[in-house]
């Protein structure tokens, strides 16, 4: 059953964006009584500005049509923008501190392409920014509802009355796992790395120097664990509170996250409108096994606008049967990973090893020739962690995804549905060049292309060659695995 034909007539914010247009109204009323006869430019100049805003309230009208939302906007200029319900990524509601108080919420619709495809509603009622939403979503291209249809008694209510479908909860963080993500997100864990490396390049020194007494030693090992404390301290108060009630739930297809304390979020994204989705983790939440799972959509980037939905803390175990439910699949199974080569092996461990040997060869050159020892114990960790990241990193491809694999300390996996890919290239710098490797990149859109470094460069080359054709352009080419994939 369809919706009724919605009424035509145009509909402005909540009041209440006007009161706040007084604001400065209201500054310029106080400053011109605390200084009589004093900045009169001034004052001016901010009640010009209220009544600006409060313009600009009244001329702003959004309207709900059949099948797109129509915003008219403008003083002097008057603009109107039409945006296609069709066409909608992103329908986000968002709640800061003063908009709970008030009982009031932002709209945000995200659409593909550029900023100006954006709509922001600013202080709806509660209720009516549900219901445009539930309307925006329920109103998509066929075949992207799955769940409630609209219901008879429907047709006897406005349509930013009628209710929002209700959600099916499939995850719910609680606060001391949010707690836990915080003490092991990427700040704390590259801080505890970054003191753990200081501590052990100066420790030769300390302990074999005449002139640099172990007490030294100790005290750069207490600044160190203070620094972390601190740092880990932050990390788990920041977490707990942007991320308090964090909930992930399905309606009509749709993926819902809701979180927050302070600035509640509502985000939603409809899943076949999935651009990309990126797992990482650090040696810490491996361990745990927990992992922040990054959803990408088409929406540009940038402001206060989100193109990506992240859930913290989310069960590893479970990774592989929310990806099948993305991908519309339950025998769906993530693919391994092909290696990468010899020679990137070796780059991994020359990158780091250089990276460590920064602060070691200060303590050589300053403490010689006992720091020379600090080398030594640069280029043994250089080792350890090139060894890490080499083995975590690889590629997979199948004929729905493209896989992208890397990193040690901060590892992240990007999995992109084979029908996003905008195009694919290849960079080759010329120390890559010399060792055969390139890196690989895959444009999306509305995201930052995934890349993976130094993988062989015929590989690259392929993947570049491969990947953004359509199945009937590839009749005639190899199977991925018949390919070296």
């Keep these: 059953m369809q919706f009724e034909p919605l009424p035509r007539e145009a509909k402005r914010t909540h009041p209440a964006t006007a009161i706040l247009g007084l604001g400065s109204v209201g500054f310029a009323a106080l400053m011109a009584v605390a200084t009589p006869g ?32 129509v915003i008219r906007e403008g003083i002097i200029t008057r603009r109107e923008q039409i945006v296609p319900y069709n066409r909608v990524q992103q329908v986000d509601i ?26 922001q509603l600013r202080l709806l009622d509660q209720a009516t920014a549900a219901s445009i939403r539930s309307l925006v979503l329920s109103r998509r291209a066929p075949g992207e509802n799955v769940g409630r249809m609209p219901r008879a008694e429907d047709a006897d209510s406005p349509p930013w009355a009628r209710p929002a479908p209700e959600a099916t909860p499939i995850l719910a963080v609680p606060a001391a796992r949010l707690a836990l993500a915080g003490a092991t997100a990427t700040l ?3 801080s505890a790395c970054a003191a753990a490396g ?3 390049c100066f420790a030769p020194v300390a302990l074999l120097s005449s002139t640099v007494a172990p007490l030294a030693l100790a005290g750069i ?21 942007q991320y308090a009630g964090l909930t992930v739930s399905v309606s009509d297809g749709d993926l819902r996250v809701d979180y927050g304390a302070l600035d509640k ?40 606008h989100a193109s990506r939905l992240t859930v913290i803390a989310f069960p590893r175990a479970e990774v592989g049967p929310f990806l099948a439910f993305l991908m519309q699949d339950p025998e769906w199974h993530p693919p391994a990973l092909q290696p990468r080569t010899r020679a990137a092996h070796r780059r991994a461990i020359v990158r780091r090893s250089a990276l460590l040997c920064v602060p070691a060869v200060a303590a050589a050159i300053a403490f010689f020739p006992e720091g020379v020892l600090s080398l030594a114990v640069a280029a043994g960790a250089g080792y350890a962690w090139g060894t890490v990241a080499h083995r975590r990193a690889g590629h997979a491809i199948t004929d729905a995804i493209t896989v992208f694999a890397a990193g040690a300390l901060s590892h992240r996996v990007h999995v992109v549905p084979r ?10 710098s010329p120390f890559q060049r010399r060792a055969g490797l390139a890196t690989s990149w ?32 590839r009749t005639t080419d190899p199977a991925p695995s018949a390919r070296g994939y």
Excluded: K
């Design 38 to 69: 004093g900045g009169v430019g001034l004052e001016l100049f901010l009640a010009l500005f209220g009544l600006r805003q409060i313009a600009q309230w009244y001329f702003r009208t959004y309207e709900l049509r059949p099948d797109d939302l």
């Design 419 to 428: 029908r996003r890919v905008q195009s694919a290239r290849t960079t080759a």
């Design 188 to 190: 704390p864990v590259f």
């Design 265 to 304: 979020q509502h985000l939603s994204l409809p899943r076949r409108r999935v651009q990309q989705v990126s797992i990482s983790d650090n040696p810490l939440r491996r361990a745990l096994g927990i992992v922040d799972v990054t959803l990408h959509s088409a929406a540009a980037p940038g402001g206060e």
């Design 94 to 119: 968002h709640r800061g501190l003063l908009a709970q108080v008030l009982g009031l919420s932002e709209l945000r619709i995200e659409t593909a392409g550029s900023a100006a495809g954006r709509v």
């Design 198 to 200: 200081v501590v052990a």
């Design 221 to 241: 090992a207490f600044g160190a664990v203070a620094l972390v404390a601190l740092m880990t301290g932050l990390s788990v108060f920041t977490t707990v509170l």
């Design 442 to 473: 895959l444009d999306i859109a509305g995201s930052r292309a995934p890349h993976l470094y130094d993988i062989a460069a015929a590989t690259a080359a392929d993947v570049r060659t491969y990947i953004p054709r359509t199945r009937s352009e």
